[in-house]
């Protein structure tokens, strides 16, 4: 079973501050994506990442895939009310059953105003 | 529609109740997901399906759990004899094949 841990769980911080979110594993991942999600919607992709040692940058957020496939980071800088909610990585296998996503347990994120 | 359609959205159903939970996918859609996201937890996938087959129901939890797309486009999921443990958020997703999955707003199970 392949497993994808996220860290921290919770994270509160100031507008304006910069954020850090971790998902690891011990598993190597083909592709590896971040969702968000708000309360009583569904999770929404930002980003797929594919390549070992592949940065993505979307606004404010950068996203970086480990070289060897089984992390990621999302990097948030000066962080704003709106970024608030529950950012969810999510693995695709390699190989048979490669459509089936592992999901982490998530990161809730508010930022204060 | 303009993206995936899930009814109804809240649904409270007593132990022991069957349940039919409706998802309509974006039109085209040929992959069709359902996932189950408990209190706290991210989503974890139950069954897949490609047009009408079922290609993948290894996530069911229990033979209670039984999911249809007959004519490959709406998904049924049901639940027979609801039990606590099944409360949860259960999420359909669509895509076309080997592209990003589009959520749906989920319906939240509450089993009392």
């Known amino acids: 079973t392949q497993l994808l841990e996220q860290s921290p769980q919770f994270l509160s911080i100031q507008e304006g501050e910069n954020l850090t979110v971790y998902c690891n594993s011990s598993?190597?991942?083909?592709?590896l994506q971040w969702y968000r999600q708000e309360p009583g919607e569904g999770p929404v992709l930002l980003v797929t990442?594919?390549?070992?040692?592949e940065v993505k940058k979307l606004k404010r957020l950068t996203f970086q895939f480990g070289d060897a496939r089984k992390d990621s980071s999302l990097h948030i800088t000066a962080a704003q009310p709106g970024d608030t909610g529950l950012y969810l990585c999510?693995?695709?296998?390699?190989?048979?059953?490669?459509?089936?996503?592992?999901f982490g347990k998530g990161t809730k994120l508010s930022v204060i105003p | 529609g303009a993206g995936v359609s899930q009814s109804p959205r809240y649904k409270v159903a007593k132990r022991g109740q069957d349940v039919a939970l409706r998802c309509d996918p974006i039109s085209g859609h040929v992959s069709l997901f359902w996932y189950q996201q408990a209190l706290g937890q991210g989503p974890e996938f139950l069954t897949y399906f490609q047009n009408e087959a079922q290609l993948d129901k290894s996530g069911l939890p229990s033979d209670r759990f039984f999911a249809e797309r007959p004519e490959g486009s709406v998904s049924t999921l049901k639940i027979q004899r609801t039990q606590q443990e099944d409360s949860a958020v259960y999420l359909c997703?669509?895509?076309?094949?080997?592209?990003?999955?589009?959520f749906g707003n989920g319906t939240r199970l509450t089993v009392t």
């Open positions: 997703a669509s895509s076309l094949v080997g592209s990003p999955l589009h």
């Open positions: 990442v594919v390549t070992g040692g």
């Open positions: 598993s190597v991942f083909s592709s």
């Open positions: 999510a693995g695709e296998a390699t190989g048979a059953g490669s459509y089936q996503l592992t």
